[in-house]
Antibody
Framework: QVQLVESGGGVVQPGRSLRLSCAASGFTFSNYGMHWVRQAPGKGLEWVAIISYDGIDKDYADSVKGRFTVSRDNSKKMLYLQMSGLRAEDSAVYYC??????WGQGTLVTVSS | KFMLTQPHSVSESPGKTVTISCTRSSGSIASNSVHWYQQRPGSVPAAVIYEDDQRPSGVPGRFSGSIDTSSNSASLTISDLKTEDEADYYCQSHYGTNWVFGGGTWLTVL
């Protein structure tokens, strides 16, 4: 069955960087575009980024454009989100998502001094 | 781009029926499919409706979805409400490959 396991979350100071990872299994990873979605504490869901199946096409929410970079390694079945210039408002649970029916458990990022 | 607007909260009694709306700000609601997610506190969102009106396997028939082009909105209807239906509900659509979420609706069943 499809499994998506995020890692890399933690507490980071404002302005610093953090890289999230998502390990995929149970499907042909290289055939699917992948998304990152986040949810700030007590808030709603916010789409963050998408990367195409081959890693060529990427797009981002305006709130993270220029600061976050999505990438993938199809040989390792891994999805990444490189976050830089972190702000307090980036604090959230970050989910790796294949499609509407397949979400990871999420990893918590807290940006605080 | 467009926005999806949902009521912040709704409440209804067990056994009753409730409908949650999701209104698209621009462009036709019929242009792109709408999914609905249920999120209980502390849990990962789970789809209860996909592609406007389809129910994933395992989701009770009490959950149904529809779209209305006259109001440019999608709706999630839950009938025969149960206390375990109390949760946040989010609609989601897309433009191109980018996703858009509604702000979420908290359903109270009391």
């Amino acid at each position: 069955q499809v499994q998506l396991v995020e890692s890399g979350g933690g507490v980071v100071q404002p302005g610093r960087s953090l890289r999230l990872s998502c390990a995929a299994s149970g499907f042909t990873f290289s055939n699917y575009g992948m998304h990152w979605v986040r949810q700030a504490p007590g808030k709603g869901l916010e789409w963050v980024a998408i990367i195409s199946y081959d890693g060529i096409d990427k797009d981002y929410a305006d709130s993270v454009k220029g600061r976050f970079t999505v990438s993938r390694d199809n040989s390792k079945k891994m999805l990444y989100l490189q976050m830089s210039g972190l702000r307090a408002e980036d604090s959230a649970v970050y989910y790796c998502v294949k499609d509407f029916s397949h979400w990871g458990q999420g990893t918590l990022v807290t940006v605080s001094s | 781009k467009f926005m999806l607007t949902q009521p912040h909260s709704v409440s209804e009694s067990p056994g009753k029926t409730v409908t949650i709306s999701c209104t698209r700000s621009s462009g036709s609601i019929a242009s792109n499919s709408v999914h609905w997610y249920q999120q209980r506190p502390g849990s990962v969102p789970a789809a209860v409706i996909y592609e406007d009106d389809q129910r994933p396997s395992g989701v009770p028939g009490r959950f149904s979805g529809s779209i209305d082009t006259s109001s440019n909105s999608a709706s999630l209807t839950i009938s025969d409400l149960k206390t375990e239906d109390e949760a946040d509900y989010y609609c989601q659509s897309h433009y191109g490959t980018n996703w858009v979420f509604g702000g979420g609706t908290w359903l109270t069943v009391l």
